[in-house]
């Protein structure tokens, strides 16, 4: 006997299987929006620290990073 497809299969799952099916979705969505919140919150935190944020031992906390566009007054001299 061939399976009617047309006919809701009421005979081979149970609504408490029904219902886990569905669950399971729901806890990956609220995974996938902890991850896109900590994403976002990531993507917003202060990435420049300030002098008081450096270490007590560190030599120039307000020393600025080495960039390719950095000119100093020294570079200028043959």
Do not use: C, W
């Amino acid at each position: 006997m061939t399976h009617d497809f047309n006919k809701p299969n009421s005979h081979t799952s149970t609504p408490e299987e029904t219902e886990k099916k569905r669950r399971l979705p729901v806890y990956i969505l609220i995974v996938v929006g902890i991850f896109l919140i900590a994403l976002i919150v990531y993507m917003v935190a202060d990435h420049k620290p300030d002098a008081s944020d450096a270490p007590p031992d560190h030599p120039n906390p307000s020393a600025e990073p080495a960039t390719p566009n950095n000119s100093t007054t020294n570079s200028q001299q043959s």
